[in-house]
């Protein structure tokens, strides 16, 4: 019968493979805010467009001046897609290939009764699918929770200030 005792690790100890890719993530949340205020602006100016074009000849900004405003913030917002979207992807794989690393080196050191006690299988788990499952979970789950914080809370002020 098996005697593993099963070992979970803290958020401390996973912070720690986090750590050497601080200086980007920190760049990537950046980046992912500067895309949620760009979506915020996005509707506003779709709404002066249409005042605009509905006041007609009355208007005191012409239609195509908004016209060519929301052309250039979708721009910018699409050029800053592509780039926070390389560093996440770029950022992912790094992460997992340092991880990877680390535990193919940790299994290594490891003594031959640990790989004779457990299956391939399970190890080969830990140094492929577990790696990955924790990298995805920083660079696609955790970078991503601020910013669409702050795109639902800006959404809720924006149609209290515009309908009260």
């Known amino acids: 019968m098996d005697q593993r005792k099963s070992q979970h690790i ?3 100890e996973v912070l720690a493979y986090i750590t050497p890719h601080r200086n980007i993530l920190v760049s990537i949340v950046i980046l992912l805010l500067l895309g949620s205020l760009l979506s915020l602006a996005g509707p506003w100016l779709a709404g002066k467009l249409t005042a605009s074009l509905l006041a007609g000849s009355a208007a005191t900004t012409p ?3 908004f016209l060519f405003l929301w052309f250039g913030l979708m721009s910018v917002r699409a050029v800053l897609d ?3 979207q390389y560093h996440i ?7 997992t290939t340092d991880l990877r690393n680390r535990l193919y080196a940790h299994m290594q050191a490891l003594p031959l009764d640990y790989h004779h006690l457990n299956r391939r299988g399970d190890t080969l788990s830990i140094l492929y699918a577990d790696a990955h499952v924790i990298s995805a979970f920083v660079t696609d789950t955790l970078v991503h ?3 669409a914080l702050l795109t639902f809370f800006g959404a809720g002020l924006a149609l209290g200030w515009m309908n009260p």
């Open 10 to 12: 803290g958020f401390g």
């Open 63 to 65: 239609p195509l001046q």
């Open 82 to 84: 592509f780039f926070t």
């Open 89 to 95: 992807g770029y950022t992912g794989e790094r992460m």
């Open 145 to 147: 929770l601020l910013p």
